[in-house]
T-cell receptor, first 112, second 115 residues
Framework: DQQVKQNSPSLSVQEGRISILNCDYT??????FLWYKKYPAEGPTFLIS?????DKNEDGRFTVFLNKSAKHLSLHIVPSQPGDSAVYFC???????????FGKGTKLSVIP | GAGVSQSPSNKVTEKGKDVELRCDPI?????LYWYRQSLGQGLEFLIY????????KSGLPSDRFSAERTGGSVSTLTIQRTQQEDSAVYLC?????????????FGSGTRLTVV
């Protein structure tokens, strides 16, 4: 049973436009949500996180939105750049837990 | 070192052989994690070490898998009698042991292929 779901395996966006990556979760005990970015042959790199007491967190071009009632979060990248092309993983954990539950990832391609 | 180092980066082994995967965490990081990513799947938790506490082995898929962490630093993941379904990228990560909200730092992984 997948507790964290990324239903879009891939997404293509033009350079300069907005990229929106979506993630749904089923476990209401999750309190922390994270996004990781992964380039080929490299490990995932932590990008941005949000706790369940917030509904938005922003860091430069990256913004994560959390809708707890819908158990949905999204990552917005504005403006998208070719260097953003990578696989993006959504992850979640309960408060006080060290274990992250990951989605299967969404491959983002930003077209110049 | 500056990051989490894993070796080897690639390993091809014959079914039934044992393999050892090594992880050097970031100096000073007390928490160490092993995950694996099978083809087309998300990252799957395997095991967690925190300081001198007993490790959480709840994610290990079978008793063929074991891991140890010596001196609170280097960790080795051992897979005995490898099977084809063990083929995956094995990722090690480390952190200061704070809440997961701050993320962990992953190594580049070991790609294991069992033939």
């Amino acid at each position: 049973d997948q507790q964290v779901k990324q239903n879009s395996p891939s997404l293509s966006v033009q350079e300069g436009r907005i990229s929106i990556l979506n993630c749904d979760y089923t476990n209401s005990m999750f309190d922390y949500f994270l996004w990781y970015k992964k380039y080929p042959a490299e490990g995932p790199t932590f990008l941005i996180s949000i706790s369940s007491i917030k509904d938005k967190n922003e860091d430069g071009r990256f913004t994560v939105f959390l809708n707890k009632s819908a158990k949905h979060l999204s990552l917005h990248i504005v403006p998208s750049q070719p260097g953003d092309s990578a696989v993006y993983f959504c992850a979640a954990s309960g408060a006080g837990s060290y274990q992250l539950t990951f989605g299967k990832g969404t491959k983002l391609s930003v077209i110049p | 070192g500056a990051g989490v180092s894993q070796s080897p980066s690639n390993k091809v082994t014959e079914k039934g052989k044992d393999v050892e995967l090594r992880c050097d965490p970031i100096s000073g990081h007390t928490a160490l994690y092993w995950y694996r990513q099978s083809l087309g799947q998300g990252l799957e938790f395997l095991i967690y070490f925190q300081g001198n506490s007993a490790p959480d082995k709840s994610g290990l898929p079978s008793d063929r898998f074991s891991a140890e962490r010596t001196g609170g630093s280097v960790s080795t993941l051992t897979i005995q009698r490898t099977q084809q379904e063990d083929s995956a990228v094995y990722l090690c990560a480390s952190s200061l042991g704070l809440e997961t909200l701050y993320g962990y730092t992953f190594g580049s992984g070991t790609r294991l292929t069992v033939v």
